[in-house]
Nanobody, 125 residues
Framework: QVQLVESGGGLVQAGDSLTLSCAASGRTFASYAMAWFRQAPGKEREFLATVTWSGGSTYYADSVKGRFTISRDTGKSMVYLQMDSLKPEDTAVYYC??????????????????WGQGTQVTVSY
């Protein structure tokens, strides 16, 4: 059974940095990609970044490119999202998700077959 467990959220001030973690278990992820999404109240779920488990290729949404960095540690089965220069508009619940790597439409949340429970990030002024 696939499990994704996010951690690391919290309350920070604008300009701060925060790193989210996602512990992945329950399958061999070599043929899969991992991604981070977020969802703010009243808004649609938004793609942020993706990384292939094998090879570590990354891709970012324009809205976070240059501020957020996705990475994975295959030995620990962990995926991370380093978030720098946080803004109040980054406030949301952040989710980790996984999809088969052959699916190239990383923006499409319906391509992802497993999700974590989410972790809240709140950025104050």
């Amino acid at each position: 059974q696939v499990q994704l467990v996010e951690s690391g959220g919290g309350l920070v001030q604008a300009g701060d940095s925060l790193t989210l973690s996602c512990a992945a278990s329950g399958r061999t992820f070599a043929s899969y990609a991992m991604a981070w999404f977020r969802q703010a109240p009243g808004k649609e779920r938004e793609f942020l970044a993706t990384v292939t488990w094998s090879g570590g290729s990354t891709y970012y949404a324009d809205s976070v490119k240059g501020r957020f960095t996705i990475s994975r540690d295959t030995g620990k089965s962990m995926v991370y999202l380093q978030m720098d220069s946080l803004k109040p508009e980054d406030t949301a619940v952040y989710y980790c998700a996984t999809r088969p790597a052959y699916i190239s439409s990383s923006y499409d949340y319906t391509a992802y077959d497993h999700w974590g429970q989410g972790t809240q990030v709140t950025v104050s002024y």
